[in-house]
């Protein structure tokens, strides 16, 4: 009788069974981490022609990883679709693995180990350029162009992770310009993620719930979790970040969609503040509706801008094509979402005083805390 996937699987381990000690070498975590990849292969074994594909080449890419030098060919079997995907998922679970550690690696072996990844990667794609440019021309572009950005979110995750990680001197003591210096880098990083998720979104329509049903969460966590992420931006700047929470904290709605729509609009009103302050905040109207406002002491929009303000594409300056909208992008998914939730998002802006997006969502409490 032949094989079930899960069986095939499961009969061809790279080493390491348990998962490994927090003193375990990065080679070990590697390993580790390609066993998670092949485990969760089953649920996706459609994918592959066949689980042989899938378990010959693992160890054949977590090899090359920890062998990978400048200038080393690769196994010709990892110039594939296949090969790529494998890559992608890999990293995306080492970092996930040493996230979860209390104790990670030393960060200058995760950065030789990341920078073997990209070596890797090159190996496998040498001629991607071109392939790119002739798939962008043709009726699958914008299948490619979120197929790219998922590829980007990956390596832009691992290093937020590493620029925080260093910043709150997990490795070691930071001194004040090195503690500026990745405030810059997780700030850049998170500003191209946030991009390159707002494509995937905008190239699936932009209202897509992620939770289709409301369901019971805390309004003060997900601010506090906003202003956790914004934060090393804010001090870069040497701006203040203010929070206001509601009493009534506990309410049935959306909260990954309401999650990301206070995340895009407190980065815009960052990006366009050199000084003052951004004000996130949360109010009850009564028991079942609540208002979101993010109000900073920015210049304010000039009545020009208004008119183009949720375009997630504008002209170039040339006036020869479009270029995805920096502030554009972001604001049309917003209020996509907003939309999706039975609300309208707005805006107020003065000259002098600042700009303030806000929006009423039904949310009614749940009688929790």
């Known amino acids: ?46 994918d592959a022609t066949s689980p042989e594909e899938v378990t010959d080449l693992m160890p054949v890419l977590v090899a090359a990883i920890a062998d990978a030098r400048e200038g080393d060919d690769v196994d010709p079997r990892l110039r594939s679709v296949l090969g790529r995907r494998l ?3 890999l990293r995306a679970e080492l970092v996930a ?5 209390d104790e990670p690696p030393a960060v200058s072996g995760i950065l030789t180990t990341l920078r073997r990844f990209e070596e890797v990667r ?4 040498p001629d991607w350029d071109q392939h790119f440019a002739s798939r962008l021309a043709g009726p699958g572009g914008l299948e490619l162009v979120v ?27 930071v001194n004040e310009l090195q503690h500026r210096q990745l405030g ?75 999650s990301r729509v206070l995340l ?13 302050f951004v004000k996130l905040e949360a109010r009850s109207r009564d028991r079942k509706y609540m208002e979101f406002s993010i109000r900073d002491s920015g210049n304010g929009i ?3 801008a208004l008119e183009t303000l949720y375009l997630p594409f504008r002209r170039t300056p040339a006036g020869d094509g479009y270029a995805f909208s920096g502030t554009g992008l972001g604001l049309a998914i917003s209020r996509k979402l907003v939309e999706a939730m039975g609300a309208e998002l707005k805006v107020e802006t003065k000259p002098g005083w600042g700009t303030r997006f806000y929006f009423e969502l039904y949310l009614p409490t749940t009688g929790g805390g």
Request: charge should be negative; include cysteine; charged fraction near 25%.
């Open 1 to 46: 009788m032949k094989p079930t996937v899960e069986e095939e699987i499961a009969t061809k381990r790279i080493g390491v069974r348990a998962p490994p000690p927090t003193s375990a070498g990065l080679e070990t975590h590697l390993r580790a981490a390609g066993n998670r990849v092949l485990d969760g292969w089953c649920n996706a074994a459609g």
């Open 87 to 89: 890559l992608e998922l």
């Open 97 to 101: 693995g040493l996230t979860a550690l």
């Open 122 to 125: 090159r190996r496998v794609e």
């Open 147 to 173: 197929d790219v950005a998922h590829d980007l979110r990956s390596p832009l995750t691992s290093i937020l992770f590493l620029a925080e990680m260093l910043q709150k001197g997990r490795s070691g003591e």
């Open 184 to 258: 810059l880098v997780y700030s850049a990083a998170l500003g191209l993620s946030t991009v390159a998720s707002n494509v995937i979104e905008l190239a699936r329509g932009g209202n897509r719930l992620a939770d289709d049903e409301p369901s019971p969460f805390s309004v003060r966590e997900i601010l506090e979790s906003v202003h956790d992420i914004i934060q090393p931006i804010a001090e870069e700047k040497g701006l203040s970040v203010q929070l206001g929470s509601p009493p009534e904290d506990h309410r049935l709605g959306h909260p990954q969609a309401l």
């Open 264 to 276: 895009n609009l407190t980065t815009n009103a960052l990006k366009f503040t050199e000084e003052g």
């Open 302 to 304: 000039s009545p020009q």
